[in-house]
C-alpha cells in the first residue's frame, strides 16, 4: 500500500540553524500538508500546499518558515533559523484531492538545543 | 479559543465494552475528520465525514451538522485500540484545519 514517508525521523539542531524536513507524498496526490504537535500538546496546521504554491496557512507558518516540491516527488517544509519552541513532531500528509482523506507520514522529531 | 472539543479526554474501558467518544466544533465546515495516534506517535486517518455516518469494521462515525457535532463509537473494544483519538475539521472558508486536544483510550484486557 502506498504511503506518505518522512526523513530524517529525528533531527537535532542549535538554536539559530536552518533545517529542512522532507516528505515523500503519495505519488498521485496533488494536496500536500504540514501539521506541528508540540510534545503533550495537539496538533497544529501548518500549511496546505497545492499546484505548486501555498493554498492556506495558519498563524503559526510566519517567515521564518517555507515550503517547496523541489522536484516531482519531494515536499519540503524549511525553518531558516530554529528556535526552542519549534521543538516539536513535524508531520507531513497528503491527499489525493481537496475533499479526501490524508495519509500521514511517520513524523519527523525537531529537536532544538 | 478552542474551535474543536472533545470528550471525554481520558477514557478506560473492559475489552468487549461499546465506547463512545465526542467531538464539537464551532465553525463551519467543510469536512471532519477522525485520526487515531498510536503511543509511538504516528497518525492514521480513521474516517473523513461531510454529512451522515460511516462505517469500517468495528468503527461507526457519525455527523450532525446543524448540531455541529461528531462521534466516534468502537464497537467490542480490545487492547489494541488503545490509543489517542483526534477529532479535526477544515474550516469551510479555506484550507484551514483545527484539531481537538484528543481522547486518550485505554482498553484493558
Known amino acids: 500500500e502506498p504511503e506518505v514517508t518522512q526523513t530524517p525521523s529525528h533531527q537535532v539542531t542549535q538554536m539559530g540553524q536552518e533545517v529542512i524536513l522532507r516528505c515523500v507524498p503519495i505519488?498521485?496526490?496533488?494536496?500536500f500538508y504540514w501539521y506541528r504537535q508540540i510534545l503533550g500538546q495537539k496538533v497544529e496546521f501548518l500549511v496546505s500546499?497545492?499546484?505548486?504554491?501555498?493554498?492556506?496557512k495558519s498563524e503559526i507558518f510566519d517567515d521564518q518558515f517555507s515550503v517547496e516540491r523541489p522536484d516531482g516527488s519531494n515536499f519540503t517544509l524549511k525553518i531558516r533559523s530554529t528556535k526552542l519552541e519549534d521543538s516539536a513532531m513535524y508531520f507531513c500528509a497528503s491527499s489525493e484531492d481537496r475533499p479526501y482523506e490524508q495519509y500521514f507520514g511517520p513524523g519527523t522529531r525537531l529537536t532544538v538545543t | 479559543k478552542n474551535e474543536v472539543e472533545q470528550s471525554p479526554q481520558n477514557l478506560t474501558a473492559q475489552e468487549g465494552e461499546f465506547i463512545t467518544i465526542n467531538c464539537s466544533y464551532s465553525?463551519?465546515?467543510?469536512?471532519l475528520h477522525w485520526l487515531q495516534q498510536h503511543p509511538g506517535g504516528g497518525i492514521v486517518s480513521l474516517f473523513m465525514?461531510?454529512?451522515g455516518k460511516k462505517k469500517h469494521g468495528r468503527l461507526i462515525a457519525t455527523i450532525n451538522i446543524q448540531e455541529k457535532h461528531s462521534s466516534l463509537h468502537i464497537t467490542a473494544s480490545h487492547p489494541r485500540d488503545s490509543a489517542v483519538y483526534i477529532c479535526a475539521v477544515r474550516s469551510d472558508t479555506g484550507n484551514q484545519f483545527y484539531f481537538g486536544t484528543g481522547t486518550s483510550l485505554t482498553v484493558i484486557p
Open positions: 465553525v463551519g465546515i467543510s469536512a
Open positions: 500546499f497545492y499546484n505548486n504554491e501555498i493554498s492556506e
Open positions: 505519488s498521485n496526490h496533488l494536496y
Open positions: 465525514l461531510s454529512s
